[in-house]
């Protein structure tokens, strides 16, 4: 094993240009983790943030980006005995994905699922986790209901669709073309809705006879969270795991508590290991099956070389992509 490993570096905040290749140290791993050669890691709105300067990184994390990754374990630490050299998982993370190796609390690593490649799931557990605990846990969204999720063709996004179909529930989607409208469909989503040329709230009242949806997530914000408060029904739950559009806005809190609605956000990096590896135990014991199963299927859009991650950043921003971006070491 060597001792040096190309890594991505954020020389200063700013735009793409700013990601820049750099040899660090290949680490040793600590008590309870594990150190694992990577096939592949995702690229998320979060990295982009990082990079502007806009998403700090929680107190001693490292300055490398990337929050999920996939790949071989070469190495443990004391206590990480669920894993040996040679297996293959994916894992979330706080940092270091965008690397060749990188030490990960084994706690927060899971098998690679039935049927998909080591490098496709470098893409899945930070948008696992994150639908997972936002969706299930938090709204906790249940069989036969109507759920709405913004951005459908995201990782995020195409995951909602997939779990929410598999646990039976009724699925709207918006997307910003014809093309990623017929995407969401494709990945299960009962209702597409193009939010360029038509109303979400009205589709959405048109989908359930008036009603309204009982759950949403949205990665928006701005001026969508009024016109989400009056999409949904009655004990209905808003969730937001971005605010891509802003964070302050005016809203009618009094149709919040006449309708009993609850809203709520979360972020996952700044969690503790022990939440992490709770999420990370549920998705093994509830979403792991249904890969088996032949519920699910990978989103992989396009692959970068690790070298290319300023280029890989510039697909993210445009916004064309569906499905996940992947850096490839």
Not at 41 to 60: E, K
Not at 187 to 202: C, E, L, P
Request: glycine residues 10%; charged residues 20%; contains cysteine.
């Amino acid at each position: 094993m060597p001792d040096t490993q190309t890594v991505i570096e954020i020389k200063a905040p700013g735009g793409p240009e700013m990601l820049v290749p750099a040899r660090r140290p290949v680490p040793e791993p600590k008590s309870g983790e594990v150190l694992i050669r990577i096939a592949a890691s995702g690229v998320n709105r979060a990295d982009c943030l990082q990079r502007m300067g806009r998403y700090p990184m929680p107190p001693g994390a490292s300055d490398i980006p990337g929050l999920e990754c996939a790949g071989t374990v070469v190495k443990c630490g004391d206590g990480a005995n669920r894993w040996k050299p040679g297996d293959e998982v994916c894992a979330l993370m706080v940092a270091d994905g965008y690397g060749e190796y990188a030490t990960v609390p084994a706690v927060q690593c899971l098998p690679i699922p039935a049927g998909v490649s080591v490098v496709d799931a470098g893409g899945l557990p930070e948008t696992f986790c994150t639908v997972w605990t936002n969706v299930f846990d938090r709204m906790r969204l249940q069989p036969s209901e109507t759920f709405l999720i913004q951005g459908g063709t995201s990782g995020i996004g195409i995951t909602s669709i997939q779990l929410a179909k598999a646990f039976g529930c009724t699925v709207l989607a918006t997307a910003g073309t014809d093309e990623k409208c017929q995407a969401c469909r494709d990945y299960g989503a009962d209702v597409a809705i193009n939010y360029r040329t038509q109303d979400f709230v009205k589709v959405g009242k048109d989908a359930t006879k008036g009603r309204g949806v009982d759950a949403i997530l949205d990665m928006v914000g701005g001026d969508y969270i009024p016109r989400e408060i009056e999409l949904l029904a009655r004990e209905g739950r808003l969730c937001f795991v971005a605010l891509m559009a802003g964070t302050k806005v005016e809203a009618d809190f009094g149709a919040i508590q006449r309708k009993h609605l609850t809203v709520t956000g979360s972020t996952l990096r700044s969690r503790s290991i022990e939440q992490k590896a709770a999420i990370v135990a549920a998705l093994k014991e509830k979403v792991w099956p249904l890969w088996e199963a032949g519920k699910l299927r990978t989103f992989t859009y396009k692959r970068f070389p690790l070298a290319q991650a300023s280029e890989a950043h510039r697909l993210m921003e445009s916004s064309t992509h569906i499905g996940k971006i992947l850096l490839v070491p």
